[in-house]
C-alpha cells in the first residue's frame, strides 16, 4: 500500500493541493486541486476571505478522495505575519487583516516608545517589516483595543485551519518567528516582551515544532471529507517548507526562496542578533529542526506578477522574460525594496514614477517594464551576497534556487552574471516538497534533514547556469 502525504500550500495568491509518495526510492508528486487567493477590501481594509480558503482546503480534499489517492497525513503551510484573534466561542475577532493592508503606517512609533528598534532586533533577531505581527497588534490595540481584551487565541493563519479541522489550537514555531515575539535563544514567546507592550500574555500558547503530530480531523469533517486523515505540523510558514527542500547538503549553502517574495540567505545554528546584521536589514527566521533562516526579505516576483495582471494576463510570465530579454539594454533600475511597490493601485506607474523621479530613462513598454523589474532583481541579489559574505565570513561559489520564481529562464541568466555564481534552478515546487518532507521525516520515511534532501536532489530536475 502506498502511503500519500497531502500538502496544502496557500501563499499570497494562489493555494494548492499536493499529494506526495515515494516509488522506487524518488518522491513523486501530482497537484490534485489549485486555487486564487487574493486580498480585498472590507470595511476599508485589505483582509483575507478566510472561510473561502478553507472551504477550498475541504475541496481538496474531497478531490483526493475522488480520484483514489487518500493521504494518510497533511500539512498546510502559508505566507507568515498575519493571524486571527478568537474570542471565548472560538469566533474570529473583526476582520482578518492582510500584511498589506496600511494600517500599521506609522504604527511602529508606539512599539519604540516600549522598546528601541535596535533593542528589539537584539532581543529577536528579527527585521524589521512593517507587517510583522508586532507591529498589527500594536495597530489592534491603537484601533480596536476591545479586540485584544476579548481575544483568547492568537493563531497564525496555517494554525487557525488546523484548529478548524482538528479542534486543537496549537502555534508552529518557524511561523511564530515571523511575529517578531519570539526569543531566538529559548525557541519560546517572549512573553516578557509581549507583557511590556501591552499585549495580552495568555493568548500566546505553547509554541509547537515542525515535523509535530497535531492530530486526527474532527469527526465532522471526517464525516464531509469521506476518510480519516492525521493533521501534521510542517514548517507552517511556506519559506521555511521551502528552504528545507533545497537540495544540498554541503555545511553552507546560499539559496533563493523564489515567489511573490524573493528570501535570500543561508542557514545558520545559532541566530545573528548583532548590530552589524541589523544594519544589513537581515533577519533570523525560524527553520526546520530549529535551523536559523538567516535571510533578506526582496520584493521578488510580486511586480512582475502585478504588471502582468495589469496587463490583463495577455503575456506569459514566459513571454515577458522573453520581451524582458529583448530589451536587456535598457538602462533604469529600481530599488525592488522600496515600499512605493509593496501595494501599488498601480505597478506600472510607480515603477514609472520612480524612474521619473530618480531621472532616469523612464520604460514605456511591456518589455521595458519588465527587464527593469528583472535586473533590478538580479542587481539585488548581488549586494544580498555581499552583506552575507561578509557577516557570515564565507564566500559562496554557487546559488540554488527554489520555488515557482526558478522557471524564470531570463532572471537565472541574469542573477548568475550579477553575483558571479553558478546557479542550481530547481524544483519548482519546493514549499509543497519541503512540506511534504517535514511530514516524512516525523513519519520516519526519512530518519534525517541530509538524507531527505538527497532524495530532493534524485527526484526533481535542477537546471544549472554558469556565471
Not at 487567493?37 to 483526493?64: M, T
Not at 545559532?270 to 525560524?286: F, H, I, P, V, Y
Not at 564565507?394 to 534556487?401: E, K, N, P
Not at 553575483?419 to 519548482?428: D, E, H, N, Q
Amino acid at each position: 500500500m502506498t502511503t500519500y502525504y497531502l500538502a496544502v500550500d496557500i501563499g499570497a495568491s494562489s493555494g494548492r493541493h499536493i499529494l506526495g509518495w515515494l516509488a522506487d526510492g524518488k518522491i513523486v508528486l501530482e497537484e490534485v486541486h489549485r486555487f486564487s487567493n487574493e486580498l480585498s477590501k472590507k470595511d476599508g481594509e485589505l483582509c483575507w476571505d478566510v472561510p473561502y480558503l478553507f472551504d477550498e482546503i475541504k475541496k481538496g480534499l474531497k478531490k483526493c478522495k475522488e480520484i483514489g489517492k487518500i493521504p494518510s497525513f497533511m500539512g498546510i503551510d502559508t505566507w507568515g505575519v498575519d493571524f486571527v484573534l478568537l474570542d471565548e466561542k472560538d469566533q474570529i475577532l473583526g476582520n482578518t487583516v492582510g500584511y498589506r493592508d496600511d494600517r500599521t503606517k506609522g504604527i511602529e512609533e508606539f512599539v519604540y516608545q516600549v522598546i528601541s528598534e535596535k533593542d528589539l532586533y537584539a532581543r529577536t533577531g528579527i527585521q524589521k517589516q512593517p507587517f510583522n505581527s508586532i507591529y498589527q497588534l500594536m495597530a489592534l490595540k491603537q484601533l480596536y483595543p476591545e479586540y485584544l481584551e476579548r481575544g483568547k487565541d492568537f493563531l497564525l493563519i496555517p494554525d487557525y485551519f488546523n484548529f478548524l479541522l482538528t479542534g486543537k489550537k496549537a502555534v508552529e514555531y518557524t511561523n511564530a518567528t515571523t511575529t517578531q515575539l519570539v526569543n531566538p535563544n529559548t525557541k519560546q514567546w517572549d512573553y516578557e516582551l509581549i507583557s511590556s507592550l501591552g499585549y495580552p500574555t495568555e493568548i500566546f500558547k505553547e509554541l509547537r515544532t515542525a515535523g509535530d503530530v497535531l492530530g486526527p480531523v474532527t469527526e465532522e469533517i471526517r464525516k464531509e471529507i469521506g476518510f480519516d486523515l492525521t493533521v501534521m505540523l510542517p514548517a507552517t510558514h511556506d519559506t521555511g517548507s521551502a528552504v528545507l527542500s533545497v537540495p544540498s547538503n554541503e555545511e553552507q549553502t546560499l539559496y533563493i526562496s523564489s515567489g511573490t517574495w524573493s528570501l535570500m540567505g543561508i542557514e545558520q545554528r545559532k541566530a545573528d542578533c548583532s548590530e552589524e546584521s541589523r544594519l544589513a536589514n537581515l533577519t533570523n527566521e525560524g527553520g526546520f529542526d530549529y535551523r536559523f533562516r538567516y535571510l533578506k526579505n526582496i520584493m521578488g516576483l510580486w511586480m512582475i506578477q502585478s504588471v502582468k495582471k495589469e496587463y490583463h494576463d495577455e503575456y506569459s510570465f514566459a513571454k515577458l522574460c522573453e520581451m524582458a530579454g529583448e530589451c536587456n539594454d535598457f538602462p533604469s533600475r529600481v530599488d525592488v525594496n522600496d515600499d512605493s511597490f509593496l501595494a501599488p493601485d498601480s505597478m506600472i506607474q510607480s515603477i514609472k514614477t520612480y524612474c521619473e523621479v530618480t531621472n532616469q530613462k523612464v520604460p514605456q513598454t511591456p518589455g521595458e517594464i519588465a527587464t527593469v523589474i528583472y535586473q533590478s532583481l538580479a542587481e539585488c541579489y548581488g549586494r544580498t551576497i555581499e552583506e552575507l559574505e561578509k557577516l557570515s565570513q564565507y564566500q559562496y561559489d554557487s546559488i540554488h534556487i527554489v520555488g515557482g520564481g526558478c522557471n524564470a529562464q531570463y532572471l537565472n541568466e541574469l542573477t548568475a552574471k550579477a553575483t558571479g555564481k553558478t546557479v542550481y534552478a530547481g524544483p519548482t515546487e519546493a514549499t509543497a516538497i519541503g512540506n511534504i518532507l517535514a511530514q516524512m521525516i516525523g513519519t520516519k520515511v526519512f530518519d534525517s534533514v541530509s538524507v531527505a534532501r538527497e532524495a530532493v536532489f534524485e527526484s526533481f530536475e535542477i537546471k544549472k547556469f554558469e556565471a
